[in-house]
């Protein structure tokens, strides 16, 4: 049965160096002094919309140790080729209904035919059970000229979409709907850091981390950083109706992990590491389009450096992932069962991994990826001389990080071929610490396309 992907660009659009560049200028050209503040605050908006870093359960105060719910409610506009003209609101406290936790809404609707809502919550504590935490996501959404990576375009009817060898253009276009929820159930074991404190206090000065490290002094969880036991039912329903292809997947199950986060600060770390193992499953139960299974682990490490006075803060963080489907089934005839849909499972390309392709342009039954990025933080931050910006922006530092990824996907889990004919890309991002969550605009080259990500949080663990 075909599956497709779900685009992380604007749930559509693949990015054209020509066209993104050209948005860019748009924007830029539009943003004068004072419109960069809305400016900001759309790819700040946007980008939550499509955020799925796991958080670690913490209160962030300043200097003098203090604390404050920050609020955001905005109606904006913006434009680009999937949404056409677009009017939207969005609406979001941070500290709320806790002191450790974010809740975040908006509306959507442009002149193309796309609409959409989407809510999420982050880290909210179950009443009676201190150590559970609560991550919601839901969306509903319409969205025109969706592209996905599967089976059904006439120009390649004897090659796999989104295979490692698969032709960039091998890919097929259509409307339809996309509605998904996914409700994480995090529970905080009684060992390491979260043995005495559930609730983390990080105290934050000029958006650094000074003291209330949560990890990265040993390598016994038994004594250092946080572990979790993860349990996530999900949800989707994705439609693509076009030319070449009508489809109508829908599925449902749930993902089990283990998660020890043994970094010193989640949002932007100096030392330590994560390690995760999941395994996600559908059961084939209720509407589901058909039943598989998914096995992924990944590390990230991380090195404070020192390089000069000039600088803050710099840190060397190295990243390894790796996704393999058991019940992946390539029968006599060519069609495969039992497949994860070309959105989850082992897929490179997009926000997170291999930045310089187009999201999921690469699916298959196995996958590995390796990221190596060095983040400088400069005493340097322009926005201290703009008083008039930098109190609806909050800026606090500007972050420089050049990167490389390499990976690539194949049909079986073998360390040779895994490694063999391996796609790469290089890169160079800009990020900001504004009202305390970290912003980035990634740029990468590989050998099919440029791709210009722009997100919120640090790529790696998400």
Known sequence: MPQ????????????NIHREVNRLNFTLQNCGRFKIIICFWIIVTFSLLFQQTSLGQGVRVGPDGKTSKQKLSLPFAFYNENFGFTAAYVTGVVGYPQKQSTLLGTLMAGSKGSAMGFLVGRDIQM????????????SVGYFSDNEAYIDGKPRFPDERAGSNDSDKDDFVEGDGW??????????????????????????????????GSAGGDSWNPLVSGKSYLELRPFYRSQQIDGEDVDVDIKSNGLDLSVFWDNRDFFANPSKGFGLRGKVSRDFGWFDSSDSWTNLEGELDIYFALKFSNSFRQVVLALDTWTSYSPSWDKEASGDIKNRPPAYTGSTL??????????????NDRAAIYYAAELRMIPEWNPFERWPAIQKHVGIQWLQFVPFVEIGRVAPDWSLKRLHSDMKWDVGFGIRAWAKGIVVRIDTAVSDEDVGIQMMVSQPFQF
């Open 4 to 15: 497709f992907r779900h685009s992380e660009h604007y749930y559509g659009k693949r990015y």
């Open 127 to 138: 009443p009676r059970v201190e150590r559970l935490f609560f991550d919601p996501v839901v």
């Open 349 to 362: 390309g997009g926000l997170w991994r291999m930045r310089g392709y187009p999201s999921q342009r690469f």
């Open 178 to 211: 996309d509605n998904f929820f996914r409700l994480k159930f995090k529970y905080l074991l009684p060992i390491g850091t979260g043995k005495d404190e559930i609730i983390s206090t990080y105290r934050i000065e000029r958006g650094l981390l000074t003291s």
